[in-house]
């Protein structure tokens, strides 16, 4: 076969349509390529974000709802558990467990129902019921001699190795403007905040574990 030359056009043509489907073919390949990668893109960034949306498996939140001794010990036996073993936990309370958290007495001026309230709920976490088996107060005294026989941490030791563990206590703020109950009248911890609904709602959904008291 005659050489491919400026001296001959026609055969110089015929090799440049050869060469065009060749070309083509690698274009379309490109092409193709970059679709691909640009999904896989969208993949891994959608798995990311569904990652970052993820519950938490080290995040837990307890709502503590009952003002009973035994549900209190309960929950924050389970609070301190929890953080020793590294997990990041916060306790909400909310409407009867509310005044548990009071240091005792009121503070400020008040409502008549305000401070029937004040009078009717307990002063503090030291003044606080069993939910059965109270009988007038000697349940409980028989409780607290078998834990310090028994050497099981009491309320008020649970309390303080909550917080030397870093457990959040949160408060719910409609349940305090209900009952009347002051910030200044509620415990000295030092993880304590206030807080609504929504923050809650905002924690549990991060949280891939919460439990009701």
Known sequence: MPPVSAENPELSNRASIARDPCQAQLELSAAAFQVQLRELREQVQGLQRAAD????????????????????????VMATGAAACGMNVSMFFTFWATAALRKGGQLGRKTLIERAFGWMLPRSANHTRLSQMDMLGMGRLLMKREMKKKRIADLDVLV??????????????????????????LI???????CGVAKFVEEAATANTTLFL
């Open 188 to 194: 000295d911890y030092p993880n304590l905040g206030f």
């Open 53 to 76: 949306q993820a519950p938490d498996p080290n995040r837990m939140n307890l709502l503590v709802f009952e003002a009973h001794r035994d549900r209190l010990l309960a929950a924050f």
């Open 160 to 185: 303080q190795t909550a917080a030397d563990l870093g457990v959040t206590i949160r408060v719910c703020e409609m349940s305090m403007q209900l009952m009347g109950i002051r910030r200044e009248e």
